[in-house]
Nanobody, 119 residues
Framework: QVHLVESGGGLVQAGGSLRLSCAAS????????MGWYRQAPGKQRELVAR???????NSADSVKGRFTISMDNAKNTVYLQMNSLNVEDTAIYYC?????????????WGQGPQVTVSS
């Protein structure tokens, strides 16, 4: 069983910064990639940024240049540094981890910290 523990959400004014972290614990054999998704009210969940265990990243166009994803492989922890936040970034941010074990892939989700950006 794998658990994802997230932290770092909260309320911030437009233009401010927040840092999210997500630590994976449990039986972790091989992390394929970890990432962050978000879901705003009335909208579908969307990819924010993702990083492989090798360090390759991809992110949504809407956050390029503002958000940075990184991962500490030794701690099985992924971080999302969010700068220049705007009200459109308000959403629940979900951590996702994709693991590979014994020929199969497994996907896990965190509970999702709320990020609220006020104008």
């Amino acid at each position: 069983q794998v658990h994802l523990v997230e932290s770092g959400g909260g309320l911030v004014q437009a233009g401010g910064s927040l840092r999210l972290s997500c630590a994976a614990s449990g039986i972790i054999i091989s992390i394929v990639h970890m990432g962050w998704y978000r879901q705003a009210p009335g909208k579908q969940r969307e990819l924010v940024a993702r990083i492989t265990s090798g360090g390759s990243t991809n992110s949504a166009d809407s956050v390029k240049g503002r958000f940075t994803i990184s991962m500490d492989n030794a701690k099985n922890t992924v971080y999302l540094q969010m700068n220049s936040l705007n009200v459109e970034d308000t959403a629940i941010y979900y951590c996702n981890a994709n693991l590979y074990y014994s020929g199969s892939y497994f996907s896990y989700w965190g509970q999702g910290p709320q990020v609220t950006v006020s104008s």
